[in-house]
Antibody, heavy 123, light 106 residues
Framework: QVQVVESGGGVVQPGRSLRLSCTVSGFTFSSYSLHWVRQAPGKGLEWMAVISYDGTNNDHAGSVKGRFTISRDNSKKILYLQMNSLRPEDTAVYYC????????????????WGQGTLVTVSA | SYDLTQPPSLSVSPGQTASITCSGD??????IYWYQQKAGQSPVPVIYQDSQRPSGIPERFSGSNSGNTATLIISGTQAMDEADYYC?????????FGGGTKLTVL
């Protein structure tokens, strides 16, 4: 079954760190660029970061640049989102998302979404 | 930064045509993508590259993009089409989403 599955969410205090993970099945992990997209409760989609299929390129949204870092381990087939200095406004469901075309980086559709993992930043 | 603007809400009767717009500067020069998100579920792509339908998406979903406006058209809207719809494009190497349109099928 072709799917992506996020994990690592939970409740964390402001200022602390959290690392999200995304594992996949049903397709070749190292052939696809991957994104993190978040959605605050009752709000719209907000793009967070993208990493190329080989891990050599990445980009982050301005709102989290310097605090969040996307990375991947193709040998373990895991995508990560390291989140530091968390704020209450980072509370959201975080989705791992695959791009629609193999071996490409940008200008692509987001064709496969996980179920998301909820991060709650609260004292 | 690049902005995409969508109407917050739209209501249609079953069987009518729903047209959801997405506006941005010279948007017609970019590809637009549309996602459907039903309550409590993850987003699902319904249109890619302006007007292409992914496998499994009904023919009643179509799209266009010209000038400063892209449009998602749902012909013969059904109750099951009630959802939030988001447009998306790329600005350099970053992804941009519209604010979303809540489609209500009355």
């Amino acid at each position: 079954q072709v799917q992506v599955v996020e994990s690592g969410g939970g409740v964390v205090q402001p200022g602390r760190s959290l690392r999200l993970s995304c594992t996949v099945s049903g397709f070749t992990f190292s052939s696809y660029s991957l994104h993190w997209v978040r959605q605050a409760p009752g709000k719209g989609l907000e793009w967070m970061a993208v990493i190329s299929y080989d891990g050599t390129n990445n980009d982050h949204a301005g709102s989290v640049k310097g605090r969040f870092t996307i990375s991947r381990d193709n040998s373990k087939k895991i995508l990560y989102l390291q989140m530091n200095s968390l704020r209450p406004e980072d509370t959201a469901v975080y989705y791992c998302v695959r791009v629609g075309i193999q071996n490409t980086y940008g200008f692509n559709w987001l064709d496969l979404w996980g179920q998301g993992t909820l991060v709650t930043v609260s004292a | 930064s690049y902005d995409l603007t969508q109407p917050p809400s739209l209501s249609v009767s079953p069987g009518q045509t729903a047209s959801i717009t997405c506006s941005g500067d010279k948007l017609g020069n970019k590809y637009i993508y549309w996602y459907q998100q039903k309550a409590g579920q993850s987003p699902v792509p319904v249109i890619y590259q302006d007007s292409q339908r992914p496998s499994g998406i009904p023919e009643r979903f179509s799209g266009s993009n010209s000038g400063n406006t892209a449009t998602l058209i749902i012909s013969g809207t059904q109750a099951m089409d009630e959802a939030d719809y988001y447009c998306q494009t790329w600005d350099s190497t970053t992804v941009v989403f519209g604010g979303g349109t809540k489609l209500t099928v009355l």
